[in-house]
């Protein structure tokens, strides 16, 4: 298809999607408007399970079986890309890893970033029932923490850091733990992923019942992954090399 | 003009797939694709925003719960959306070094033969 027809099609796509689309967004409730059925009901049922944030009772307490189907796309995808980041047969892992000068102002803010970064992200997957945060925001705060490391450093420190055998049972131990919390609560009360601990008045740190359990489950699954997933590309930057081709004949 | 977010994001949705159409390298289609999938954020978060009201997080004694907030189901939405976006263009990315290590090429129009 050359470049011209794909314009045209696109055009002709494009046209026909703007005529439907416009009068359906024209036609969407006034924007900043006071009419939010659904906020009332998930303010009501967040409220009666004590969860101070409630966008993390919709995900964890409300909506929990979707955030586990959620938690499988994302163990699905670092799986998908550890496979196809594997180094091929024809291809070899360097042990060279000679890395350019680093600015010693960049070293010094790196090293004083690691333990904050990794602090905030332990923060905010253990608040998440409290404040703005969570599992999946904290764990990418975590994962992609351990990284400053190789801002500031070497390939061979992040290395020493970070073994990556932790990191994959990490990966599967929290999506196996959230999966597991489900079934411990369909055996206490016959519903899954029901919230089945007493909990603490709203905005205390251990209220909210089933949340901060769920929401630790999801920040180790997804510290884990984004460390793995990190890594892997990490890899085929810094180690993975074409082999050397064997002279023809 | 209340329907501007909703029209800026059919504006992003647009620029989004004329990128995904018109792209020369697959990492800038994978881009185009975020970019189009951020769209749906603007939708969705403009859809729960109410004027004046407060972000849906209480906590004692500064908010009392109440239901002057915005909408917090789409909010929990946008997270999964986001989840996904990011997950999608990690495979993505993964695929296009695939293929430039296969046909030392990133340009969709120059890979047109099909390898086994």
Request: net charge neutral; charged share 10%; aromatic share 6%.
């Amino acid at each position: 298809m050359s470049p011209r027809v794909r314009l045209l099609v696109l055009a002709v796509g494009g046209i026909a999607l703007a005529v439907l689309v416009v009068p359906a967004l024209v036609g969407l409730p006034h924007f900043g408007g006071s009419v939010h059925p659904y906020r009332t009901h998930a303010v009501v049922a967040s409220v009666a399970h004590h969860s101070a944030n409630v966008i993390s009772s919709i995900n964890f307490d409300q909506r929990g079986l979707d955030t586990l189907g959620e938690e499988s796309i994302f163990l699905a995808s670092v799986l998908g890309v550890v496979v196809l980041l594997r180094p091929a047969e024809e291809e070899t892992e360097t042990a060279s890893l000679g890395g350019g000068p680093v600015l010693e102002s960049t070293k010094l803010a790196g090293y004083a970033m690691v333990p904050i970064t990794l602090m905030l992200g332990f923060n905010i997957v253990t608040h998440g029932h409290l404040t703005p945060g969570g599992g999946f925001q904290g764990g990418v705060v975590l994962g992609t923490g351990i990284h400053l490391l190789y801002v500031a450093g070497t390939y061979r420190a992040l290395q020493r850091a970070r073994p990556i055998q932790v990191f994959d049972w990490g990966e599967a131990i929290g999506a196996g733990a959230f999966a597991c919390l489900g079934i411990a609560s369909l055996a206490m009360t016959g519903a899954f992923l029901a919230a089945v601990i007493p909990t603490a008045p709203l905005g205390h740190l251990f209220s909210a019942g089933t949340v901060p359990l769920l929401n630790g489950a999801v920040g180790v699954e997804v510290a884990s992954g984004t460390a793995v997933l990190l890594a892997k590309f990490l890899e085929q930057a810094i180690r993975v090399r074409p082999a050397a081709k064997e002279t023809e004949p | 003009m209340s329907v501007y977010p909703y029209l800026v994001a059919g504006w992003l949705m647009a620029v989004g797939i004329i990128g995904i159409v018109r792209g020369r390298n697959l990492v800038q289609t994978v881009i185009c694709l975020s970019v189009a999938q951020s769209a749906t954020y603007v939708l969705l978060l403009s859809v729960g925003y109410q004027r004046h009201a407060t972000p849906p997080v209480f906590g004692e004694p500064a908010s009392k719960p109440n239901f002057h907030v915005v909408d917090p189901v789409v909010q929990a939405l946008t997270l999964t959306d986001i989840v996904v976006s990011a997950t999608v263009t990690a495979l993505l990315l993964s695929l296009a070094i695939q293929i430039h290590k296969r046909h030392g090429t990133l340009d969709p129009n120059e890979l047109n033969t099909l390898e086994g």
